[in-house]
């Protein structure tokens, strides 16, 4: 493959960090899509991390934000990926290439448009997005009301807010029609996403959840959304003290692996894996595969091994068949899904594995 999926994540790193509880002594397996992730866990200081993914040009970009950020200032790094504005993020290529892996500097070579207009905004979502921002939404409400939304002083204050200028009925209107799981799946998804049934729940309701707890001020995902910005919130491996810890982490404590889950899991040992990030990997999967998936979870995990993940539009628990081997922090699940700062999953599961 050679289309970027996504070049940001779209799962809420808090909660995966609370779930994982990640220590030096853990080997994380991690899935890639936009890195973001992967970086955050690596934070956390694991003994090593496997990040996969079957789109390598995921694994491209991941590598490029893991890489650059031996060489480049934080002011650099984020000029390099798009976070703010610049005229040099070729010459700040330049020099990263040469610590690329040769499999990402060839794909970017072909590819260099990604690095002219900053890699965080050049994935199939975040386009998506942008049409979103540009087309549709000045159909609703002006770059003003916009940044009102997004910068009120209070959660209640945003509540108002909402209530009295926000949500209008083109707002209800357009952005239904925006997140129709038809258009999405055309338009916005990874290919093979929600290929079962569902009775889908509307994201419109999911986001004014979402609006009526979360302060969206301090929300990178839901700023970036509704602005094309961040905002006063960075992502984890974004943010200035944090990037001071990436830059002396051993970049080769990640290791990259172009495969999908199955095939990574199943050529991997017997209990070796105590932290596993499966993204929403259940959403890709048949019935019969994901049973598959979860014997190689239970035969490659250690005691007390933690598994999470999140699901979209396809609810998905883990089967009857390996329900001996596993346990879910049920409390733990509502706690953290009550605190997500994203709206598009329906579910946030935590197993632990027994033996």
């Not at 448009?113 to 000045?138: A, C, D, M, Q, T």
């Not at 029609?177 to 093979?192: E, F, P, W």
């Not at 017997?270 to 959403?283: C, V």
């Amino acid at each position: 493959m050679s289309t970027i999926n996504y070049s940001q994540c779209w799962e809420d790193t808090n909660l995966l960090k609370r779930a994982l509880t990640i220590s030096n002594d853990d080997v994380v397996l991690s899935i890639t899509s936009g890195g973001d992730n992967t970086l955050a866990l690596l934070l956390e200081n694991p003994k090593r991390i496997f990040s996969i993914d079957v789109n390598s040009a995921q694994n491209h970009v991941a590598e490029l934000k893991l890489r650059s950020s031996k060489i480049l200032s934080h002011e650099e790094y984020l000029e390099l990926l798009g976070v703010t504005d610049s005229r040099k993020r070729m010459r700040y290529y330049t020099q990263v290439s040469e610590l690329l892996s040769d499999d990402a500097r060839l794909w970017f070579e072909g590819n260099m448009n990604l690095i002219k207009h900053g890699v965080i905004h050049g994935g199939k979502f975040e386009k998506y997005l942008n049409s979103f921002r540009k087309y549709v939404l000045p159909l609703v409400h002006s770059k003003r009301t916009i940044s009102q939304f997004v910068n009120q002083n209070s959660l209640q204050d945003q509540i108002s807010f909402y209530e009295k200028a926000w949500n209008t009925w083109r707002w209800r209107f357009f952005f239904s029609v925006a997140t129709n799981s038809s258009l999405l799946r055309r338009l916005a998804r990874q290919a093979g996403a929600d290929r079962q049934k569902s009775k889908n729940e509307s994201y419109l309701k999911r986001l004014e959840r979402l609006i009526y707890r979360n302060h969206l001020k301090t929300n990178p995902y839901i700023n970036y959304a509704l602005t094309g910005e961040y905002g006063v919130s960075l992502p984890d491996y974004l943010s200035k003290e944090n990037y001071a810890e990436l830059q002396k982490y051993n970049a080769n404590k990640c290791e990259f692996r172009n495969e999908d889950l199955l095939s990574f899991l199943k050529s991997t040992s017997d209990n070796s894996l105590t932290r596993y990030n499966l993204s929403d990997a259940f959403e890709f999967l048949t019935t019969d595969d994901a049973l598959e998936v979860w014997r190689e979870i239970a035969r490659t995990a250690k005691n007390r091994a933690k598994v999470v993940y999140w699901c979209n539009q396809i609810e998905h628990t883990a089967p009857r068949e390996i329900e001996q081997s596993v346990v879910p922090d049920i409390d733990l699940e509502n706690e953290l899904g009550d605190q997500d700062r994203l709206y598009f999953y329906r579910s946030f599961h935590i197993y632990t594995i027994t033996k």
